[in-house]
């Protein structure tokens, strides 16, 4: 028992942290404020604290260590002296690079991560069924190959060592050997869970299918939980979500099926797209989109951007949307003073103010303004779902139609 309470409280130990990123012509710096502080969310997410953020302007990452040696001894200084356990570049770095850092830093007992390998290990630690565990796996193996290094070596292992390795075959050719036949074996593992998604998909029936879509952390699962009164896991971290849960949900005399799918965040890895085509399966054969936006976030619009960006490159950019601002109990701005005459920002303008600008002039799409949490204006949320599932519902069944003019029918 002893034993086991010391590894719960190895695996709840908090580390420390610092965060590197570049300005460039492409990014300003407070653009990259904004990046960071996100990175320092996921970090967060992944039980890791910043304790200190280094930024530098360049015309392009260096080649050799992502930031130009100057920077680099100042990092390192910082790291002698408060010894944190990881270093978080917020670009994906390349393969020579993370070489070339993980050299400098090697006496230095701290970790290089990017912001990929950051996001991929948070999946890892959130992933609970065996289709997102293997959608996770295939995902940190194909970042992994073009990195491997002669510290993986430990991969021989699982094949046999006798017969096994090719006349004057390198241990790391070994390794990549290793590593693609996992990834060959997880590729076909996925193609039969997704036959076998795809069948789910196919016996639900004709029912009218609604997919709660947004940024991660905007309070999906929570409507969810609302609307369908379950239990879906739901909490004020990014990523609480990975896999899809779908729920048979009734407005009034009305059923329908709703889903809740995995949030999406700027600069997702590649590898976790293609891992998770099936998650997006869910949103591509919706007949209506929820896109959920948390108003009380400072970025919320560039969230909002990235959500229909996503959408519609998966295809899915023209289906029939209800927009759901929520979160407004969190919402707060700040009064300009009097005698200030600069022009007014975001963080000036009332919650009011908002719901006259551009989101109430949003063409062929419902706004709405909610606090899940809350649970205000819930029932106006409802109605407007109501409606919008049942035109649905009547386009593909009109001898119905009579079914649904009265609630109580």
């Known amino acids: 028992m002893q034993k086991k309470n010391q590894l719960f409280e190895t695996a709840k130990k908090q580390e420390n942290c610092v965060l590197v990123g570049i300005i460039t012509k492409q990014q300003s710096r407070d653009l990259l404020e904004e990046y960071l502080d996100e990175l320092a969310f996921l970090a967060l997410t992944a039980n890791a604290v910043c304790l200190k953020r280094f930024t530098q302007s360049l015309d392009h990452p260096d080649s050799r260590t992502f930031v130009g040696s100057g920077k680099l001894n100042e990092i390192k200084e910082y790291v002698e002296e408060h010894k944190p356990d990881m270093i978080i570049f917020d670009d994906e770095l390349s393969p020579s690079q993370l070489r070339n850092l993980e050299k400098e830093f090697k006496d230095k007992g701290v970790k290089v991560l990017d912001r990929n ?31 491997l290094t002669r510290m993986w070596t430990h991969l021989e292992k699982q094949r046999g060592g006798i017969g096994m390795r090719g006349p004057g075959e390198q241990e790391i050719e070994t390794d990549r050997r290793i590593v693609r036949d996992r990834i060959a074996r997880l ?18 029936g004709a029912l009218v ?43 009034k005399n009305l059923p329908f099926l709703l889903s809740d799918t995995v949030g999406f965040i700027r600069k997702l890895p590649h590898q976790l797209i293609e891992s998770f085509k099936s998650t997006l399966d869910e949103t591509r054969e919706a007949d209506l989109l929820v896109h959920v936006v948390d108003i009380s976030h400072p970025q919320f619009e560039d969230h ?40 007014a920002t ?33 029932d106006s949320f409802r109605n407007l779902l ?18 649904y003019d009265d609630p109580e029918a």
């Open 117 to 147: 390998n950051l996001i991929l290990d948070i999946f890892a630690s959130r992933a609970r069924t065996a289709h997102a565990k293997t959608q996770v796996e295939l995902a940190q193996y194909e970042y992994m190959l073009p990195r």
């Open 304 to 343: 909002f951007n990235v959500v229909n960006e996503t959408l519609r490159e998966i295809g899915s950019g023209d289906k029939p949307t209800i927009v759901v601002f929520n979160k407004i109990d969190a919402y707060q701005h700040v009064p300009k003073a009097e005698d200030d005459l600069t022009p």
């Open 346 to 378: 975001k963080e000036n303008i009332t919650l009011e103010e908002l719901k006259k600008s551009w989101m109430a002039k949003m063409n062929d799409v419902d706004v709405i303004f909610i606090s899940a949490q809350e649970k205000s204006n819930i």
């Open 209 to 251: 299918r609604v997919a709660l879509v947004g940024y991660t952390n905007v309070g999906k699962s929570t409507i969810m939980n609302v609307l369908s009164k379950s239990d879906v896991f739901a909490e004020n971290k990014l990523f609480a979500t990975l896999d899809t849960t779908v729920r048979k949900v009734v407005l």
């Open 187 to 204: 590729k076909e593992e996925l193609k039969e869970i997704d036959k076998q998604k795809a069948i789910q998909r196919g016996n639900r």
């Open 386 to 403: 109501y409606d919008r599932v049942r035109e649905l519902h009547i386009t593909r069944f009109p001898f119905n139609d009579f079914l």
